[in-house]
Nanobody, 117 residues
Framework: QVQLVESGGGLVQPGGSLRLSCAAS????????MAWYRQAPGKQRELVAT???????NYADSVKGRFTISRDNAKNTVYLQMNSLKSEDTAVYYC???????????WGQGTQVTVSS
């Protein structure tokens, strides 16, 4: 059974930082591209950052220079370090795993991030 379990969300003031974690089980973690998406109220889910099995990363323009995605294949975990948070970063953040070769795609349950004073 595949599980992606996010943690680390919460309430933070503008300018603050949070680190999200996503622990994966039931998959061969190293052959999945891992990604973070987010969905704000009334908006479509959008891609935030990706980290491929080949160690390349990609970021949405809105978070470049503020967010950093990383992964630890030994711990089957992907992280999202979020700095200089803004109110517009408020959303539910979802972890995603996409198989490198097969049509297999999995989602976590999401973790709420609220940026507010």
């Amino acid at each position: 059974q595949v599980q992606l379990v996010e943690s680390g969300g919460g309430l933070v003031q503008p300018g603050g930082s949070l680190r999200l974690s996503c622990a994966a089980s039931g998959i061969i973690f190293s052959i999945y591209t891992m990604a973070w998406y987010r969905q704000a109220p009334g908006k479509q889910r959008e891609l935030v950052a990706t980290f491929t099995s080949g160690s390349s990363t990609n970021y949405a323009d809105s978070v470049k220079g503020r967010f950093t995605i990383s992964r630890d294949n030994a711990k089957n975990t992907v992280y999202l370090q979020m700095n200089s948070l803004k109110s517009e970063d408020t959303a539910v953040y979802y972890c995603n795993a996409e198989h490198l070769f097969e049509v297999k795609n999995y989602w976590g349950q999401g973790t709420q991030v609220t940026v507010s004073s």
